[in-house]
């Protein structure tokens, strides 16, 4: 029983170190990261960036993932998608993977974290904040249509409801906007 509980510690410390990690990183563009800029940039590959000033919400969760876990998430999507590309939303009208854009699309991100067993229960109606950690990873529709990706923060509101960290359009910013938006998934890092 007590080595159980020892592996349980261990993992529940290691979760939490990973998404302070991921946290730190993400925290690290807030003020560096000051454009919201969309557009198709072709990348180097693998570990390919668009320039640091600027990016849409994907990019916050990509140089965190970067600079936290040394995880390339451009590489290991591409990878996924060479390999499972029927797997993936067909948004797009993508005849095959493209390592310069298919990472920065939210449903992509979504899609490959279900698949590797990030995903976690979520009831979209009545979403508990107390379920969310630090650096977990949540999406969520802006309306009317525009799918989003935050970062949940180690800080919280005064009520207790985490921050979160993104870039819904000036930049990386750590706010409270984690239940301002109807959420679409919660994933957790493994």
Known sequence: MRTIALFFGLLTSCLADTGGKIVEAARTQVGVTIKYDP??????????????????????????????????????????MRAHFSAYPKNWGLKRPDPNIDHRRVPNL????????????????????????????????????????????????????????HNIGAGAREEDSLLTYPLTGHYRWK
């Open 39 to 80: 557009a198709y940039t072709t990348l180097a590959y693998p570990n390919g960036d668009v320039p640091t000033d600027r990016g849409v919400c994907t990019d916050v969760l990509i140089r965190a993932m970067r600079k936290a876990l040394k995880i390339d998430l451009q590489q290991i999507v591409h990878e996924d």
């Open 110 to 165: 979504q899609t490959l974290l279900k698949r590797r067993g990030c995903k976690l229960p979520l009831d979209p109606a009545k979403p508990d904040p107390k379920d969310f950690l630090p650096g977990d990873i949540v999406t969520c529709t802006v309306p009317p249509h525009l799918p989003h990706v935050m970062i949940v923060s180690d800080r919280k509101t005064e009520a207790g409801t985490p921050l979160v960290i």
